[in-house]
């Protein structure tokens, strides 16, 4: 079992630049897939980005591809989101989830453990 820590959120104005931080405790970390969802006000939870358990393989959904970047230290049991030109749209709250199953995986039930959320809010 893992458990999932996230951080890093906040008020932006459009066009910043933000990084959220998940810190995990718990079983290895290297041991899990790990992803990144959010979820704004009203609508589902949505895939945004998923890394491979050494962190070489990452995939992205198209509304952050260039613009979004995920990444992970296993020494350091972390996994990271960096968003630049950060648009109103991407105003959510972002979660961070974990996987013992394959990497890359898109849909919210693959994942098993969650943490609780950071806010990331975007303004004009």
């Known amino acids: 079992q893992v458990q999932l820590v996230e951080s890093g959120g906040g008020l932006v104005q459009a066009g910043d630049s933000l990084r959220l931080s998940c810190a995990a405790s718990?079983?290895?970390?290297?041991?899990?897939?790990m992803g990144w969802f959010r979820q704004a006000p009203g609508k589902e939870r949505e895939f945004v980005a998923a890394i491979s358990r050494v962190g070489i393989r990452t995939v992205y959904t198209d509304s952050v591809k260039g613009r979004f970047t995920i990444s992970r230290d296993n020494a350091k049991n972390t996994q990271y989101l960096q968003m630049n030109s950060l648009k109103l749209e991407d105003t959510a709250v972002y979660y961070c989830?974990?996987?013992?199953?394959?990497?890359?995986?898109?849909?919210?039930?693959?994942?098993?453990?969650w943490g609780q959320g950071t806010q990331v809010t975007v303004s004009s």
């Open positions: 989830a974990a996987s013992t199953g394959g990497w890359g995986r898109q849909f919210a039930y693959d994942y098993e453990y």
């Open positions: 718990g079983r290895t970390f290297s041991s899990y897939a």
